[in-house]
T-cell receptor, first 112, second 114 residues
């Protein structure tokens, strides 16, 4: 699996957009970008995933650069409940590979 | 729906004791996983089961055994617990469709080995 690099921590203000970067410069053509988050010792929660195109759902938006070497997760209006560790993961999206490898992630603190 | 249910939520063992962590999912998922998370670290994959009847080692399988009892249940056994196995254990499941291997996690089982 391709490795990812994320900043260890970041702060953002409540109500503002939070932009979380992820570098995955060795990503291969069949690998998807996944984002999960983990709120204080709970089980990780799926947020969003994408292959090439930008994606949006009710939780967040995912922007993937054209060369696919980096991506940004956007939380449009951060709330205190978005304080969590955010994990960026790349993994093949085919049925022969079932494993997701979690790194250290980015600890996001949303401040009032 | 309950999703992924893990039992027990908390357990304290003495070195050398054995125990089994239970995991069940009600989403008809094909694949199931066991991860461990040590303080301040990310999750590491212990074992996974791509489908009923198959199991494979992950990154840190030593000291553990697993059983995929049926499609719903995937158990993790510590035969002789060691203090290094003190951790939070997470079970997860996924439908494993092409292009969308989205995992659903349980709430975790906190294990302390003295």
């Amino acid at each position: 699996d391709a490795k990812t690099t994320q900043p260890p921590s970041m702060d953002c203000a409540e109500g503002r957009a939070a932009n979380l970067p992820c570098n995955h410069s060795t990503i291969s053509g069949n690998e998807y970008v996944y984002w999960y988050r983990q709120i204080h010792s709970q089980g990780p929660q799926y947020i969003i995933h994408g292959l090439k195109n930008n994606e949006t759902n009710e939780m967040a938006s995912l922007i993937i650069t054209e060369d696919r070497k980096s991506s940004t997760l956007i939380l449009p209006h951060a709330t205190l409940r978005d304080t969590a560790v955010y994990y960026c993961i790349v993994s093949p999206g085919h049925t022969n590979d079932y494993k997701l490898s979690f790194g250290a992630g980015t600890t996001v603190t949303v401040r009032a | 729906n309950a999703g992924v249910t893990q039992t027990p939520k908390f357990q304290v063992l003495k070195t050398g004791q054995s125990m089994t962590l239970q995991c069940a999912q009600d989403m008809n998922h094909n694949s199931m996983y066991w991860y461990r998370q040590d303080p301040g670290m990310g999750l590491r994959l212990i074992y996974y089961s791509a489908s009923e009847g198959t199991t494979d080692k992950g990154e840190v399988p030593n000291g553990y055994n697993v059983s995929r009892l049926n499609k719903r249940e995937f158990s993790l056994r510590l035969e002789s617990a060691a203090p290094s196995q003190t951790s939070v254990y997470f079970c997860a499941s996924s439908a494993s469709r092409v292009g969308a291997n989205v995992l659903t996690f349980g709430a975790g089982s906190r294990l302390t080995v003295l």
